[in-house]
């Protein structure tokens, strides 16, 4: 079984910044990729960044400059600098992995998600 952990959510003013974590454990054979997606009220969950083993990144178009994801491989953990934040921001950000956990089966876990409430 694979576990994965959000954490770093909490209330902030608009323009300011928050840093999310999310760390996966548990039967990894091997990582391939993390991410990062959100669900705002009465909205669907919508991709916000993306890394995979080797280093590249996928960003929402919307986001870009703003939101900076990195990763570390040791620690198998994804991070997600959050900069000048807007009350939009306001969603439940969950983060996900894909992994292999032997050399031919592989699934995508989620976390339980963290929540991100952005004030006017």
């Known amino acids: 079984q694979v576990q994965v952990v959000e954490s770093g959510g909490g209330l902030v003013q608009a323009g300011g910044s928050l840093r999310l974590s999310c760390a996966a454990s548990?039967?990894?054979?091997?990582?391939?990729?993390m991410g990062w997606y959100r669900r705002a009220p009465g909205k669907e969950r919508e991709l916000v960044a993306q890394?995979?083993?080797?280093?590249?990144?996928n960003y929402a178009d919307s986001l870009k400059g703003r939101f900076t994801i990195s990763r570390d491989n040791a620690k198998n953990t994804v991070y997600l600098q959050m900069n000048s934040l807007e009350p939009e921001d306001t969603a439940v950000y969950y983060c996900?992995?894909?992994?292999?956990?032997?050399?031919?089966?592989?699934?995508?876990?989620w976390g339980q998600g963290t929540q991100v409430t952005v004030s006017s």
């Open positions: 548990g039967n990894i054979f091997r990582l391939i990729g």
């Open positions: 890394i995979n083993s080797g280093g590249g990144i």
């Open positions: 996900n992995a894909y992994v292999y956990t032997t050399v031919t089966s592989h699934d995508v876990y």
